[in-house]
């Protein structure tokens, strides 16, 4: 049989996301045919803290029927299956030969959010770590590894790190911070030519913190109304189970990043944490279809209570500057469809008239943390030169 192809891998990255444990079959024909009889696929969707509107019921049966049709899949045994209480974590995927392919899921719980946001400044996190452990004591060699957003990040970090990996299929999967790329710059050069990236063309996780300069593809997509529908972890396949067409990447997705990233380095402690820690729960809101402007001071509030903040600082005060910080790095979230229309339609009318309502809200943000002390003053100045930085880069590229 020959090696699983990267549409087969992106089905079983799809696969990954159902509650596959509570279910008592080893093969994923088995397995497929028991959700889709009679209700039982809401035993595999439900779940305590995820959000159950991302991928509709509809949606999952879609990719159900499609691995359904699919006889090397439905052959496949599952083995070594690692939960938690959302359901499955990873799972090895063993063909007839003895081949091995292993699936990391994409992010669910609250915990997992939290370890995306210690990924951009730490060199290894706690998942990550857990996922090389899983692959080294697995009795499997020449591995192939696989997975979608931070499932896609755990599979670069284990064939990076890992011999017994050779192969990797990162589906919308984020890169890595400075630390990371700092302490295994031997083994990101030895080991790099593992790894293909495969993202949606308008996807916005793919592109945050560092590429390890692997080979990487773009599929174009269906339009979304949600910018960060674009993330989904079925939008890339078609409707037969294939990945879409590939494409050119987009032209303004590493323009906003290098504004967000940029913007957050010059900010001093403890804003810098706290923002890192909280643009990932806003994206997990915004995916939710949560109101922006609602999520972003609910997040405020809670994770400055959470990191007792209050014992240093004046809570309200904090709570405004906070606010506008997030509600500044979170804005290009909000004309991403109309940052996609200029491109799709080469439209430098569309982009000026952009440019011009995201620069009108900045000046509003800025204008607001002016009046919050010398500290919102001196972040008003970040704002303001990122903002200024966005702005030439769209016109000039």
């Known amino acids: 049989m020959s090696d699983l192809n990267n549409s087969e891998l992106l089905l079983l990255s799809n696969l990954i996301y159902l509650k ?3 279910f008592n079959e080893n093969m994923v024909g088995n397995l497929v045919n028991s959700m889709l009889y009679k209700n039982n696929l809401n035993k595999a969707i439900l779940t305590r803290s995820e959000c159950k509107e991302v991928v509709k019921k509809s949606e999952w049966l879609v990719v159900l029927k499609q691995i359904q049709e699919n006889d090397k899949l439905n052959n496949l045994k599952i083995e070594n299956i690692e939960v938690d209480a959302n359901g499955v974590k990873a799972a090895c995927f063993i063909d007839k030969q003895d081949k091995a392919s292993v699936v990391f899921r994409g992010t669910k719980t609250i915990e997992e959010w939290g370890d995306n946001g210690e990924g951009s400044y730490m060199s290894d996190t706690t998942e990550q770590m857990r996922a090389l452990n899983y692959i080294n004591n697995l009795k499997y060699k020449n591995i192939t590894v696989t997975g979608h957003s931070k499932g896609g990040n755990k599979a ?3 064939a990076l790190l890992s011999d017994k990996v050779n192969r990797c299929i990162s589906f919308d999967g984020q890169g890595f911070s ?3 790329i700092n302490k295994y710059y031997n083994k990101i050069n030895a080991n790099k030519d593992k790894v293909l990236s ?3 063309k308008y996807d916005y996780v793919n592109c945050l913190l560092n590429s390890i300069n692997e080979e990487k593809i773009y599929v174009n997509t269906s339009f979304q109304k949600n910018p960060l529908y674009y993330h989904k972890s079925n939008i890339m396949l078609d409707g037969n189970g294939n990945l879409r067409e590939e494409t050119d990447p987009c032209s303004f997705v590493k323009i906003i990043y290098k504004f967000s990233t940029s913007l957050i380095s010059e900010l ?9 820690n909280s643009l990932t729960d806003i994206i997990e809101l915004i995916l939710c279809d949560k109101d922006l402007e609602s999520s972003i001071l609910q997040i405020a509030k809670g ?3 959470m990191f007792d903040y209050t014992k240093h600082y004046n809570l309200k005060a904090e709570i405004k500057l906070a606010y506008n910080l997030l509600q500044s790095l979170s804005i290009p979230l909000v004309f991403w469809n109309d940052f996609i229309q200029s491109e799709e339609n080469h439209s430098k009318l569309i982009l000026n008239e952009t440019l011009s309502k995201f620069k009108t809200y900045q000046e509003n943000i800025i204008f607001k943390l002016k009046n919050l002390g010398i500290e919102g003053q001196q972040i008003a100045i970040i704002v303001d030169n990122a903002t200024n930085n966005l702005i030439y880069d769209f016109k000039n590229n």
């Open 20 to 22: 596959l444990n509570v």
């Open 178 to 180: 400075n630390e990371f």
């Open 268 to 276: 001093p402690e403890p804003h810098k944490s706290f923002v890192i």
């Open 198 to 200: 495969i993202s949606a």
């Open 303 to 305: 994770i400055l209570m």
């Open 156 to 158: 670069k970090y284990v």
